[in-house]
Nanobody
Framework: QLQASGGGLVQAGGTLRLSCVAS????????MAWYRQTPGKPRNLVAT???????TYADSVKGRFTISRDNAKNTVYLQMNNLKPEDTAVYYC??????????WGQGTLVTVSS
C-alpha cells in the first residue's frame, strides 16, 4: 500500500526528490512521515506532515529537507537539498504513528557520495 521512489546515487551537495504513494484511505486520514534506516540501526523519523500541512523535522535535516503532500494524488514528497554522506540510507514513508503503521514496503535507497 506504500510505494516509495526517487532514490539514487548523488554527490554531496546534490538534490533528490522522493515520492510515496499511499492508498486514499491511509493518506486522507493520517499524518504522513518519512523515515530512514541504515544497516544494523533502527529506523529513524526524518519528517512528518499532518493532514493540515503542519510539518516537523529531525534536527539533522532541518533547513535542507522539505516534506509536502498532494492530497489529489495521495502522494507525500521529500525534497532533499544539500545532501550529505550521512544522509545515505533506505528511506521509507508511512503514517506518523506506530499505532497506525501499515506494511513498510521496500523503501528507496539514497546514496550520497563524498
Amino acid at each position: 500500500q506504500l510505494q516509495a521512489s526517487g532514490g539514487g546515487l548523488v554527490q554531496a551537495g546534490g538534490t533528490l526528490r522522493l515520492s510515496c504513494v499511499a492508498s486514499r484511505r491511509v493518506f486522507s486520514n493520517n499524518a504522513m512521515a518519512w523515515y530512514r534506516q541504515t544497516p544494523g540501526k533502527p529506523r529513524n523519523l526524518v519528517a512528518t506532515i499532518t493532514t493540515g500541512d503542519t510539518t516537523t523535522y529531525a534536527d539533522s535535516v532541518k533547513g535542507r529537507f522539505t516534506i509536502s503532500r498532494d492530497n489529489a494524488k495521495n502522494t507525500v514528497y521529500l525534497q532533499m537539498n544539500n545532501l550529505k554522506p550521512e544522509d545515505t540510507a533506505v528511506y521509507y514513508c508511512n503514517t506518523d504513528s506506530d499505532s497506525t503503521w501499515i506494511d513498510w514496503g521496500q523503501g528507496t535507497l539514497v546514496t550520497v557520495s563524498s
